[in-house]
């Protein structure tokens, strides 16, 4: 494609994304087809020859939008959300279109000075303390990862990178059951291994039970392991549980170690003033993770990775061939603050977005999110049939369908069955939970385009779905 053509083409794509954008709605939220029926129709092997590209459009529209779970679909109520909006997509296509590489200052000046400028407002949006520093990741898989390894590096005075296995062979790291199964692999990569890993039990509310924590320290060190790390969660992922970092923070101090905290979607929420008391505490954190593309607008991917001590992260992850040593010193190369060398040029998207919406506006469409769950939750309460089990936290509930004259056996299948249900017919998806044993059903709002109408709708389809079953 040359570029009079791609300049007529990308017009023609910009029309096909905000088609797609404006008539979301009409798809089904879940895609409907069968396993194997998409790469059925898809060649065995590449054209050996270039194919016109109106043949390849016609192919998404054809083969591939079937195959499209619809993530911006106002009725995506499943996992968390995973938001895009039109400033992100332009400037994925400016990313994409520049495709700069900027593993060093050198190699791009702009995208390593706007990556530390536009997280620098973040971390201000947030309320987190002037001590912190940015950088963004590709998930908070990868954030997570790199905290789990600076912190065995810390513990080890990085004899881990020096000698592998055996210099952390007795090192523990801490969560709660209810942390996400990111740490869990992140203790695997690291060499942890599962059986350091100790998985505390949650308190009510689903929040870490401190104590539980202190005394699985004092254990381990009795017996001679070395505690390197706890990871604390604000907002779980089953239930928006909250765990206490500031209690945390203190025992973390107490016995030397490294706290993390995962605050991958509701961390969001932290740009409201009515809700930055959840993060109490988090200036005692030693690294903190929240993701811009689940609820904050970027799309995939965008995940901020904020650390109290970068040198921490250098000595874990530098590494300088000849080919890389460039003459500048006293820049950032964010090469040294992760685990890829090359990075893309994500920092356009918090950028494009925290200018677009300005903060003012990005806090107005979380408000929105959190009173159009809290509605919902309260008109599903008030049906004598329906029991609200996690009541809203931000933009997530739990509900069950509990009518009389059922067992609790049956509640179980009953739930399974409408969810099922729901899922199947396309016009409202969500996610499958267990809170306290019993099989529950998760609201998780958080769409640019979702408006009352559709808690209406979401309601009505609940509700009658469930008294037909
Ligand atoms: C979604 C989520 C993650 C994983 O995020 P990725 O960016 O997909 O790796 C980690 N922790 C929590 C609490 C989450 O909700």
Redesign the pocket.
């Known amino acids: 494609m040359d570029v009079p053509a791609f300049r007529k083409q990308g017009h023609r794509l910009i029309d096909w994304i905000a088609d797609y954008m404006e008539a979301v709605e009409n798809h089904p939220v879940r895609a409907r087809v069968r396993p194997g029926e998409i790469s059925a129709r898809l060649p065995q092997s590449a054209p050996e020859a270039g194919e016109p590209w109106d043949e390849i459009l016609a192919d998404l529209d054809d083969i591939i939008m079937p195959g499209i779970t619809h993530w911006q679909h106002p009725m995506f109520m499943a996992y968390?959300p995973s938001v895009s909006s039109p400033p992100a997509v332009l400037a994925e296509m400016v990313i994409a279109g520049l495709g700069v590489q900027g593993m060093m200052w050198e190699t791009s000046p702009a995208a390593t000075e706007l990556e530390t400028r536009v997280m620098d407002w973040l971390r201000q949006a947030m309320g987190l303390a002037d001590g912190f520093h940015g950088v963004i990741q590709d998930?908070?898989?990868?954030s997570?990862l790199c905290a789990v390894l600076s912190a065995r590096e810390r513990a080890t005075a990085g004899e881990g990178n020096a000698q592998g296995g055996k210099a952390f062979a007795n090192l523990t790291i801490y969560s709660s059951t209810e942390a996400?199964s990111?740490v869990d692999k992140a203790v695997r990569i690291a060499g942890i291994g599962d059986s350091h890993f100790r998985k505390l039990p949650v308190d009510g509310e689903g929040a870490l039970d401190c104590a539980a924590l202190e005394a699985a320290i004092i254990d381990d060190k009795a017996a001679g392991l070395v505690p390197a790390q706890v990871v604390a969660?604000l907002?779980?992922?089953g239930t928006g549980a909250v765990d206490d970092v500031a209690t945390i923070g203190v025992i973390a101090r107490r016995h030397g170690l490294w706290l993390h905290v995962?605050a991958?979607?509701a961390g969001s929420a932290l740009l409201l003033p009515e809700h930055r008391s959840m993060g109490r505490g988090l200036d005692v954190a030693d690294s903190f993770v929240m993701?811009p593309?689940?609820w904050l607008y970027t799309g995939m991917d965008c995940?901020a990775y904020f650390v109290r001590d970068p040198q921490a992260l250098q000595r874990t992850f530098a590494i300088l061939p000849e080919y890389l040593k460039t003459a500048q010193a006293d820049v950032i190369n964010y090469r040294d603050w992760g685990i890829a060398l090359g990075r893309r040029f994500r920092a356009v998207k918090l950028w494009f977005v925290l200018r677009s919406y300005g903060l003012d506006g990005l806090r107005s469409e979380l408000r929105r999110h959190v009173a159009l769950a809290r509605d919902l939750a309260q008109r599903l309460a008030a049906e004598d049939d329906f029991q609200i089990l996690v009541p809203p936290r931000l933009a997530l509930f739990v509900f069950r369908y509990r009518p009389e004259g059922v067992t609790e056996g049956e509640l179980d299948s009953l739930n399974e069955r409408l969810l099922a249900a729901l899922n199947d017919s396309g016009h409202i998806y969500l996610t499958r939970v267990r809170v306290d044993g019993r099989v529950a059903i998760r609201v998780s709002v958080g769409q640019t385009g979702v408006e009352a109408r559709h808690m209406e709708r979401a309601f009505h389809l609940i509700t009658e779905r469930a008294r037909r079953l």
């Open positions: 968390f998930s908070a898989s990868s997570t996400h990111s969660t907002g779980t992922t995962d991958a979607w993701n593309h689940k995940s």
